[in-house]
């Protein structure tokens, strides 16, 4: 009963910032060098209104307020018990983050990922989602 509840929660990204956000996917690798923290909402498309990454010191956001590196929402979907979303420059020219998250056990505290940037630094990341 969990599984599809998630797989139908997944099929939207939202913003964390808006009100009728309902929860959301958190990635981060075990070191703690980079992670994204998409928000989920309740639509029947995936779509991102805002999300946020950061490796390093650099820092990325849909909405950035304090000279954070801009980037969109690109694509996303579910397909066989797996997420994939692309995030992209905010002039939609390139992919400069993807994330990806394997799905298939069932009703895990944390599902197991990659987060890979454009330069292709990829990071094993843990996922949950709220």
């Known amino acids: 009963m969990f599984r599809p509840l998630l797989l139908a929660a997944m099929t939207t990204v939202a913003s964390t910032q808006l009100a009728w956000a309902t929860g ?24 991102a209104l805002s999300a946020s990454a950061h ?12 000279g954070e590196t801009p980037f969109a929402f690109g694509q996303g979907m579910i397909e066989s018990d797996r997420l994939s979303a692309d995030f992209t420059d905010d002039n939609v020219e390139r992919i400069i ?12 505290e944390e599902y197991p990922g990659t987060l890979t940037f454009e330069d292709g630094v990829t990071f094993q990341v843990n996922c949950s989602f709220e």
């Open 97 to 108: 983050i993807k994330l990806r998250v394997d799905m298939s056990s069932e009703a895990l």
């Open 55 to 66: 490796r390093g010191k650099q820092v990325w956001l849909s909405q950035p307020q304090d």
């Open 24 to 47: 959301g996917v958190y990635c981060e690798s075990r070191g703690g060098e980079a992670s994204i923290n998409i928000g989920m909402g309740r639509v029947p498309i995936m779509h």
